[in-house]
Protein backbone atom coordinates (compact mmCIF):
# COMPACT_ATOMS: atom_id res chain seq x y z
CA UNK A 1 0.00 0.00 0.00
CA UNK A 2 1.06 3.44 -1.04
CA UNK A 3 0.26 7.22 -0.83
CA UNK A 4 -2.37 6.50 1.98
CA UNK A 5 -3.61 4.14 5.03
CA UNK A 6 -6.77 4.32 6.31
CA UNK A 7 -7.77 2.84 9.72
CA UNK A 8 -9.27 0.37 10.55
CA UNK A 9 -9.50 -1.72 7.24
CA UNK A 10 -12.83 -3.30 8.98
CA UNK A 11 -15.20 -2.49 11.57
CA UNK A 12 -18.55 -4.00 12.45
CA UNK A 13 -20.45 -2.55 14.79
CA UNK A 14 -24.45 -2.86 16.02
CA UNK A 15 -27.17 -0.33 14.88
CA UNK A 16 -27.25 2.83 17.00
CA UNK A 17 -23.22 3.25 17.76
CA UNK A 18 -20.95 5.93 16.38
CA UNK A 19 -17.89 4.91 14.40
CA UNK A 20 -14.77 7.25 13.53
CA UNK A 21 -12.52 6.21 10.66
CA UNK A 22 -9.38 7.36 9.54
CA UNK A 23 -7.11 8.62 6.28
CA UNK A 24 -3.14 9.32 6.77
CA UNK A 25 -1.50 10.40 4.08
CA UNK A 26 2.21 9.08 3.47
CA UNK A 27 2.65 12.57 2.52
CA UNK A 28 1.56 16.05 1.98
CA UNK A 29 -1.40 16.26 -0.24
CA UNK A 30 -3.69 19.37 -0.59
CA UNK A 31 -6.88 18.02 -1.70
CA UNK A 32 -8.28 14.74 -0.10
CA UNK A 33 -11.68 13.25 -0.76
CA UNK A 34 -13.77 10.52 1.13
CA UNK A 35 -15.81 8.22 -1.01
CA UNK A 36 -18.55 5.16 -0.15
CA UNK A 37 -19.03 2.29 -2.07
CA UNK A 38 -21.70 -0.08 -1.56
CA UNK A 39 -21.98 -3.90 -3.08
CA UNK A 40 -22.24 -4.00 -6.34
CA UNK A 41 -21.82 -0.50 -6.76
CA UNK A 42 -19.05 2.46 -8.13
CA UNK A 43 -17.90 4.51 -5.34
CA UNK A 44 -19.86 7.83 -4.79
CA UNK A 45 -18.74 10.80 -3.26
CA UNK A 46 -19.18 12.12 0.01
CA UNK A 47 -16.88 15.14 0.74
CA UNK A 48 -14.00 16.41 0.27
CA UNK A 49 -11.06 18.72 2.03
CA UNK A 50 -8.54 21.75 0.53
CA UNK A 51 -5.98 21.32 3.03
CA UNK A 52 -7.53 21.82 6.18
CA UNK A 53 -11.47 23.14 4.64
CA UNK A 54 -13.99 20.95 3.62
CA UNK A 55 -15.17 22.38 0.71
CA UNK A 56 -18.32 20.42 -0.45
CA UNK A 57 -20.14 17.72 0.87
CA UNK A 58 -22.54 15.40 -1.33
CA UNK A 59 -26.39 15.28 0.03
CA UNK A 60 -25.22 11.80 0.77
CA UNK A 61 -23.56 13.06 3.91
CA UNK A 62 -26.36 13.43 6.39
CA UNK A 63 -26.62 14.86 9.55
CA UNK A 64 -25.05 11.86 11.18
CA UNK A 65 -21.71 12.16 9.37
CA UNK A 66 -19.00 14.65 9.75
CA UNK A 67 -15.53 15.15 8.46
CA UNK A 68 -12.40 17.06 9.70
CA UNK A 69 -9.27 17.30 8.24
CA UNK A 70 -7.11 19.05 11.57
CA UNK A 71 -4.53 20.84 10.12
CA UNK A 72 -4.65 19.86 6.80
CA UNK A 73 -2.91 16.07 7.03
CA UNK A 74 -4.78 13.36 8.40
CA UNK A 75 -8.89 13.28 8.26
CA UNK A 76 -10.99 11.60 10.08
CA UNK A 77 -14.77 10.41 8.89
CA UNK A 78 -17.49 9.67 12.04
CA UNK A 79 -20.78 8.58 11.71
CA UNK A 80 -23.34 8.88 14.54
CA UNK A 81 -26.10 5.98 15.21
CA UNK A 82 -24.97 4.03 12.23
CA UNK A 83 -27.86 2.42 10.52
CA UNK A 84 -27.90 -1.17 8.71
CA UNK A 85 -27.83 1.35 5.07
CA UNK A 86 -24.35 2.46 6.47
CA UNK A 87 -22.89 -0.97 5.69
CA UNK A 88 -20.65 -0.08 2.99
CA UNK A 89 -16.42 0.13 2.32
CA UNK A 90 -15.10 3.95 2.41
CA UNK A 91 -12.52 4.90 0.50
CA UNK A 92 -9.98 7.65 0.93
CA UNK A 93 -8.50 9.23 -2.09
CA UNK A 94 -5.69 11.74 -2.70
CA UNK A 95 -4.71 13.53 -5.07
CA UNK A 96 -1.54 13.91 -7.43
CA UNK A 97 -2.06 13.77 -11.10
CA UNK A 98 -5.47 12.12 -10.41
CA UNK A 99 -7.26 10.53 -7.87
CA UNK A 100 -5.75 7.08 -6.38
CA UNK A 101 -7.21 5.38 -3.73
CA UNK A 102 -6.71 4.20 -0.15
CA UNK A 103 -7.27 0.27 0.83
CA UNK A 104 -10.69 1.39 2.77
CA UNK A 105 -12.51 0.87 5.55
CA UNK A 106 -15.42 -2.04 5.32
CA UNK A 107 -17.86 -0.90 7.61
CA UNK A 108 -20.77 -3.87 8.86
CA UNK A 109 -23.90 -2.64 10.84
CA UNK A 110 -25.30 -5.48 12.43
CA UNK B 1 -25.94 16.59 -11.63
CA UNK B 2 -23.76 14.76 -13.22
CA UNK B 3 -24.16 11.50 -14.40
CA UNK B 4 -22.66 9.00 -15.68
CA UNK B 5 -24.23 5.20 -17.10
CA UNK B 6 -21.71 2.66 -18.12
CA UNK B 7 -22.87 -0.49 -19.70
CA UNK B 8 -22.24 -3.43 -20.11
CA UNK B 9 -22.94 -4.18 -16.64
CA UNK B 10 -21.03 -8.11 -16.92
CA UNK B 11 -19.23 -8.96 -20.02
CA UNK B 12 -17.85 -12.15 -20.91
CA UNK B 13 -15.03 -12.86 -23.74
CA UNK B 14 -12.95 -15.70 -24.47
CA UNK B 15 -8.72 -15.35 -23.75
CA UNK B 16 -7.47 -12.92 -26.34
CA UNK B 17 -10.30 -11.79 -27.80
CA UNK B 18 -11.41 -7.14 -27.34
CA UNK B 19 -13.35 -5.88 -25.03
CA UNK B 20 -15.36 -2.88 -25.44
CA UNK B 21 -16.65 -0.61 -22.36
CA UNK B 22 -19.16 2.02 -23.08
CA UNK B 23 -19.42 4.92 -20.74
CA UNK B 24 -22.23 7.94 -21.57
CA UNK B 25 -21.97 11.18 -19.45
CA UNK B 26 -24.57 14.25 -18.87
CA UNK B 27 -22.49 17.06 -17.91
CA UNK B 28 -21.30 18.68 -21.46
CA UNK B 29 -18.83 20.54 -18.80
CA UNK B 30 -17.24 17.46 -17.99
CA UNK B 31 -13.44 17.21 -19.00
CA UNK B 32 -11.35 14.55 -17.42
CA UNK B 33 -12.36 10.47 -17.86
CA UNK B 34 -10.37 7.94 -15.73
CA UNK B 35 -11.08 4.62 -15.49
CA UNK B 36 -10.18 2.42 -12.77
CA UNK B 37 -10.12 -1.56 -12.41
CA UNK B 38 -11.55 -3.60 -8.94
CA UNK B 39 -10.38 -6.49 -8.36
CA UNK B 40 -12.01 -9.16 -5.70
CA UNK B 41 -11.92 -7.47 -2.05
CA UNK B 42 -9.36 -4.27 -3.22
CA UNK B 43 -8.98 -0.92 -3.94
CA UNK B 44 -10.02 0.33 -7.38
CA UNK B 45 -6.80 1.24 -9.37
CA UNK B 46 -6.16 3.70 -12.14
CA UNK B 47 -5.15 1.72 -15.41
CA UNK B 48 -5.88 4.97 -17.47
CA UNK B 49 -7.55 8.31 -18.37
CA UNK B 50 -8.06 11.22 -20.84
CA UNK B 51 -8.46 14.66 -20.77
CA UNK B 52 -11.24 16.31 -23.06
CA UNK B 53 -8.44 17.88 -25.53
CA UNK B 54 -7.55 14.49 -26.46
CA UNK B 55 -9.68 12.09 -28.76
CA UNK B 56 -8.06 8.71 -28.54
CA UNK B 57 -4.87 7.84 -25.51
CA UNK B 58 -3.55 4.10 -25.52
CA UNK B 59 -1.34 2.43 -23.32
CA UNK B 60 -0.15 -0.90 -24.59
CA UNK B 61 -3.17 -3.24 -24.80
CA UNK B 62 -5.69 -0.71 -22.63
CA UNK B 63 -7.10 2.23 -25.17
CA UNK B 64 -9.53 4.84 -24.35
CA UNK B 65 -11.36 7.06 -26.86
CA UNK B 66 -13.69 9.98 -26.21
CA UNK B 67 -16.43 11.84 -28.32
CA UNK B 68 -17.38 14.69 -26.64
CA UNK B 69 -20.16 15.95 -29.53
CA UNK B 70 -22.41 12.44 -28.42
CA UNK B 71 -20.80 12.64 -24.97
CA UNK B 72 -19.49 8.92 -24.46
CA UNK B 73 -16.45 7.17 -23.92
CA UNK B 74 -15.13 3.87 -24.36
CA UNK B 75 -12.26 1.70 -23.04
CA UNK B 76 -11.02 -0.99 -24.77
CA UNK B 77 -8.89 -3.53 -24.61
CA UNK B 78 -7.75 -6.03 -26.69
CA UNK B 79 -5.71 -9.60 -26.67
CA UNK B 80 -7.36 -10.03 -23.42
CA UNK B 81 -5.86 -12.34 -20.91
CA UNK B 82 -7.06 -14.02 -17.93
CA UNK B 83 -6.20 -11.46 -15.33
CA UNK B 84 -8.07 -8.89 -17.31
CA UNK B 85 -10.66 -10.47 -15.16
CA UNK B 86 -12.06 -7.62 -12.81
CA UNK B 87 -14.72 -4.89 -12.52
CA UNK B 88 -13.98 -1.59 -14.20
CA UNK B 89 -15.61 1.75 -13.45
CA UNK B 90 -15.61 4.79 -16.07
CA UNK B 91 -15.90 7.83 -14.41
CA UNK B 92 -16.26 11.77 -15.39
CA UNK B 93 -14.98 15.40 -13.28
CA UNK B 94 -16.21 18.79 -14.53
CA UNK B 95 -12.79 19.88 -12.43
CA UNK B 96 -10.39 18.17 -14.14
CA UNK B 97 -7.62 15.38 -12.58
CA UNK B 98 -8.00 16.86 -9.14
CA UNK B 99 -12.10 16.84 -9.48
CA UNK B 100 -14.71 14.40 -7.78
CA UNK B 101 -15.09 11.84 -9.69
CA UNK B 102 -18.54 10.82 -10.91
CA UNK B 103 -18.96 6.62 -11.16
CA UNK B 104 -20.24 4.77 -13.44
CA UNK B 105 -22.12 1.40 -12.59
CA UNK B 106 -19.50 -0.57 -13.43
CA UNK B 107 -18.42 -4.07 -15.60
CA UNK B 108 -17.67 -7.24 -14.49
CA UNK B 109 -15.42 -8.45 -16.96
CA UNK B 110 -15.12 -11.99 -17.24
CA UNK B 111 -12.25 -13.64 -19.17
CA UNK B 112 -12.17 -17.43 -20.08
CA UNK B 113 -9.31 -18.95 -20.54
Known amino acids: DTGVSQDPRHKITKRGQNVTFRCDPISEHNRLYWYRQTLGQGPEFLTYFQNEAQLEKSRLLSDRFSAERPKGSFSTLEIQRTEQGDSAMYLCAWVTDTQYFGPGTRLTVL | GENVEQHPSTLSVQEGDSAVIKCTYS??????FPWYKQELGKRPQLIIDIRSNVGEKKDQRIAVTLNKTAKHFSLHITETQPEDSAVYFC????????????FGQGTTLQVKP
Open chain 2, 27 to 32: DSASNY
Open chain 2, 91 to 102: AASTSGNTGKLI
